[in-house]
């Protein structure tokens, strides 16, 4: 009875000293465990998103100023939406196509020509790229005739370049006006690990020149070869390889200029095309 009495009483004891490790020790380890395999939970609605759909809406619908007004304050109000950039790539398309549509539209003014009007004189006093006062009037000829309607609308443009989101943004009046997608970087701007707390370093340039290659040589805007079709536009930044160039088709031959010997920043012809019209010499550039 007595070695009973022992036996018993140690495997109470060891008994209840291996239930107290499994409860203190074991058990919260296999909750922890368990909880950390379970699949992250479903963020919460995004409440910016009814508004979001309102505007697209408008879009759909051909309300094409309730719609460029409804975007434009979605992008200003809510930058950490998730639909923050079909916001911004839906903005950008209906600001280039109210600013390059030729003829008259609410977005712009009217300038008749006067005797001994010339492009270039008439884009200054407008302060716009002569570029780009004759794609707002379909001109591919700089000739004017007196009488002749000019329309045009304010132009102020800055550019953005982000390395972090991988976006050329271009500014009208400080407020967002399109982006590009860069499709590639040159070494001088790849990616590297930041640490905690980090950030890039900016820095400011301006617009250096502007430069049409057609047919493998320079062209300017008062040549017919600037507005064909395969000409390939070049945006020149006075920061080191932050030339904007055209991304080259793959099985296109390499040529003297398919991208700039110090290195650029690729982006789509198309991007290139309308920033070759947007920006002028001297406008302000920050990369980040």
Not at 1 to 9: G, N, P, Q, R
Not at 98 to 112: I, N, R
Not at 189 to 194: D, I, M, Q
Not at 253 to 276: D, F, Q, V, W, Y
Request: hydrophobic share 40%; proline share 9%.
């Amino acid at each position: 009875m007595k070695a009973l009495f022992i036996i018993v009483l140690a495997i109470a004891i060891f008994g209840s000293g291996t239930y107290f490790t499994y409860e203190i020790f074991i058990r919260p380890k296999q909750a922890l465990a368990a909880e950390k395999a379970q699949p992250p939970p479903p963020p919460p609605p995004d409440p910016t998103v009814p508004e979001f759909e309102k505007a697209k809406a408008a879009t759909k619908a051909g309300k094409v100023r309730e719609s460029r007004e409804a975007l434009a304050s979605f992008v200003e109000r809510y930058p950490e939406s998730t639909k923050i950039d079909e916001a911004k790539d839906l903005l950008g398309a209906l600001n280039s196509k109210l600013f390059l549509t030729p003829g008259a539209s609410p977005e712009k003014s009217l300038y008749v020509v006067r005797p001994g009007n010339v492009i270039t004189r008439v884009a200054a006093s407008l302060k716009i790229s002569p570029e780009l006062l004759m794609r707002m009037n379909g001109l591919k000829k700089d000739g004017l005739r007196i009488d002749q309607k000019l329309y045009y609308a304010p132009a102020d443009f800055s550019l953005v370049i982000t390395r972090s989101k991988d976006k050329v943004t271009l500014l009208n009046q400080g407020r967002f006006f399109k982006q590009y997608a860069v499709k590639s970087w040159p070494p001088i701007h790849a990616k590297k690990p930041l640490s905690a707390g980090q950030k890039l370093a900016k820095q400011t340039g301006r617009v250096r020149n502007k430069v049409a290659w057609a047919e493998g040589k320079q062209v300017n805007f008062t040549d017919p070869p600037y507005w064909d079709e395969e000409t390939k536009f070049w945006i020149e930044i006075n920061l080191a390889g932050c030339t904007l160039y055209p991304e080259a088709d793959e099985n296109a031959p390499e040529t003297p200029n398919s991208k700039p010997a110090n290195g650029g920043i690729a982006l789509n012809p198309e991007a290139l095309l309308e920033l070759g019209a947007f920006l002028s010499r001297e406008d302000v550039v920050t990369l980040e």
